[in-house]
């Protein structure tokens, strides 16, 4: 069968309502809606997008969960190309450091020749004091510009660091949801440290130790040419022998340090993942078996790291064997010169000091070489982090003031999914919200009513029709503008580690003591805070352990009115409130409901009685708009509903008298999930 917006999904055949009139006609939507004209993501982004958090699907239906990273790797220059965008800020310290590093290098190719000269003194018995003061003052002079280059070069390294961390910070709070919701936290949060600490090594071993060394061995080798051409080129001999061998070495070491990264990656992942529910975890005895994954994902670090630093080390002492044979071979070779009146002893040790003086530069640029191996890959997944489709960046926006219009909406043919692959979770849903009053949202589990919620905040985009905002589609909304005229109450209620202070200013940290004081009262939160050892600079620990089910759902409503919305959305927001709260919660939003547009996701009699309209839901679609009594009387699948859960019965409870305590009904529990919205163990694509 096919909807409006393609096939209907296996299962989901009309039932015996559809075939019944609403209790309210809806009407009809336009017969031609343009597609909708959302911010465009990347086609590797799109292509696979995951499914929301709250609309987790069963195991049997869910895609795989995608990496992070796009199918294809950057390329080198783009890798270049990035890691030249993070140094160019700081170009005019590295220069100096550069400088200073080559100045160093300069005083040290000045000794072996000061070095021949105090033996040729010695040598015809001439003075040797200039000699010597010249080579204290060299060595001086290398030893002190050494240490000032080493400093400056680590610290504009560290600075980079900075600049690429506050870079990938930025633009990991501004990712789509729909790229989050496929990426891995844990490794994500590798990239930014982990990842971008290896910048450091490549700023300072791989960009200047490459130009830096690479600049030292050409001019040592001119100085050695000026000496003696013919051990020159012994030693060139030499030096392109071992080069060959390493690079057939740096191939590898690349695909080890790729492999290495990736290991971090995943290791931080997996204890990301065991540490976010560790009470399930020890709930349910799987200490042992989480135990064993982190383990494992640690010994494959181990292995991928050691394999790299196999390879790096292959190289290391490739270049310094190298070394020693030149030595060897300019001994021999220099010795036999010198037998021959060819060269003088000091023309040899010269020489010799030279080649001594060649391993520091070529060491170097191996270094420079196998460093910028791990750093490339490094810079890798940096970038894969930064081609991940994100929201443009905006400035902050005022919030609205006091006495601002509350806002209309309009959905108008919207059809949604998650991904190509999934099946879609609305179906043509069209309704229309007036400004001001409580629209309550109800139906079972997995007709799409928090997706609703996720539409109108723009984590996702419709795939087709129209939402508008005040007549104004959505997608002509600046994201910061649009959200600032919106609170909006998950239904899981989250809490940041920190202070209550910083939780409940989140929204509005420009919020005065007095209206800070009035939106505790009016959420009765102020009973809390006084009991709290230090009030409202008491700590509430990771994701708000040390607050109950409720006090975290009070917070989230506090932090929702204190940005004085235009339009409040509050998805199961007194699921986890006893009765007392939550009869002083429902007069706060009624209250709040004179004055602002109220979208609620309920289930319970004396949040859905209350609201000024009802709109019914199931699989995907609207079925029906009407008050509580309309509803009852004529919508069959709303009256099923309604005395399934104990909001109704056949002959129609009174509004202000619920027929039976919230503790009676099946799903009174904090953690339970309610028929009229997804549980834990919805699927993936299942719309909620």
Avoid at 334 to 342: L, N
């Amino acid at each position: 069968m096919w909807s409006v917006c393609g096939p209907v999904r296996s299962g989901g055949s009309p039932g015996p309502w559809q075939s019944r009139p609403p209790a309210v006609p809806l009407a009809a939507p336009p017969p031609g809606t343009r597609p909708f004209r959302g911010a465009p993501l990347s086609t590797t982004a799109d292509a696979t997008s995951p499914t929301s958090p709250a609309d987790a699907p069963s195991p049997a239906d869910a895609a795989p969960r995608a990496s992070a990273a796009p199918p294809a790797g950057p390329s080198s220059r783009s890798t270049w190309r990035l890691l030249l965008g993070y140094v160019r800020p700081h170009r005019r310290t590295l220069l100096a450091g550069a400088l200073l590093s080559l100045v160093t290098g300069a005083t040290g190719l000045a000794l072996p020749l000061v070095a021949s000269a105090l033996i040729d003194g010695l040598s015809h018995d001439r003075s040797v004091a200039g000699p010597l003061l010249g080579m204290s003052a060299l060595v001086i002079a290398n030893a002190a510009l050494g240490a000032l280059g080493a400093y400056v070069l680590q610290r504009t390294a560290e600075s980079v660091v900075l600049g690429a961390r506050r870079a990938l910070a930025s633009y990991l709070l501004r990712l789509r949801i729909t790229a989050l919701d496929r990426s891995e936290p844990g490794d994500l949060m590798a990239r930014i440290t982990s990842d971008t600490t290896l910048l450091s090594e490549v700023t300072t071993d791989s960009l200047v130790g490459l130009g830096t060394g690479g600049l030292t061995l050409v001019a040592t080798l001119v100085m050695m040419g000026l000496v003696d051409p013919v051990l020159l080129l012994v030693t060139v001999g030499v030096i392109v022998g071992a080069g060959m061998v390493i690079g057939m070495i740096v191939p590898r070491i690349t695909k080890a340090a790729r492999h290495a990264q990736e290991a971090v990656g995943a290791m931080g992942a997996s204890l990301e993942r065991t540490l976010g529910a560790l009470r399930t975890v020890k709930a349910s005895g799987a200490e042992h078996r989480e135990e064993q994954t982190l383990h494992s994902a640690a010994a494959d670090s181990w292995r991928q790291s050691v394999r790299a630093a196999k390879w790096s080390a292959l190289a290391g002492n490739t270049a310094g064997l190298s070394m020693q044979i030149a030595f060897i071979t300019v001994l021999a070779v220099g010795g036999a010169r010198v037998a021959t009146g060819a060269i003088d002893i000091g023309t040899l040790v010269a020489f010799l000091l030279y080649v001594f003086y060649l391993m520091s530069p070529i060491q170097q640029v191996v270094t420079a070489i196998t460093q910028y191996q791990t750093g490339a890959a490094a810079l890798a997944r940096i970038q894969e982090a930064l081609r991940l489709p994100a929201e443009p960046p905006t400035e902050p926006v005022p919030l609205p003031e006091p006495a601002a219009e509350p806002a209309a909406l309009a959905f108008d043919d919207v059809c949604f999914r998650y991904g190509d692959d999934l099946p879609h979770v609305h179906h043509g849903v069209s309704f229309t919200v007036p400004a001001c009053g409580m629209t309550a949202f109800v139906g079972p589990s997995g007709a799409g009513k928090t997706t609703l919620f996720a539409l109108i905040e723009r984590f996702y985009d419709p795939t087709s029709g129209r939402i508008t905002l005040d007549g104004r589609d959505l997608a002509d909304w600046d994201i910061s503008l649009l959200r600032s005229a919106i609170g909006y109450v998950e239904q899981d209620a989250p809490v940041l580690s920190g202070t209550l202070r910083d939780n409940l200013l989140l929204g509005n940290p420009d919020a005065d003591a007095t209206e800070l004081r009035r939106v505790l009262k009016t959420t009765r939160l102020d009973g809390l805070v006084a009991r709290l050892p230090e009030g409202l600079d008491t700590l509430v620990g990771h994701r708000g352990t040390k607050l109950s089910g409720g006090e975290r759902q009070r917070v989230a409503i506090a932090r929702a009115l204190l940005r004085r919305p235009r339009l409040l959305l509050l998805d199961e927001a007194t699921s986890q409130l006893d009765a007392v709260n939550e009869a002083a919660l429902r007069e706060t939003v009624a209250d709040v409901a004179r004055t602002t547009t109220v979208l609620v996701v309920a289930h319970r009699l004396s949040t859905v009685t209350m609201a000024d309209r009802i709109v019914v839901m199931e699989a995907g679609r609207v079925r029906a708009v009407g008050t509580h009594q309309e509803l009852v009387a004529a919508d069959p699948l709303y009256a099923e509903l309604a005395a399934t859960q104990f909001l109704a019965t056949a002959d129609s409870a009174p509004v202000s008298s619920p027929v039976s305590s919230p503790d009676s009904a099946p799903d009174a529990a904090p953690d339970s999930a309610p028929v009229s919205a997804g549980g834990a163990g919805a699927g993936p694509g299942a719309p909620v």
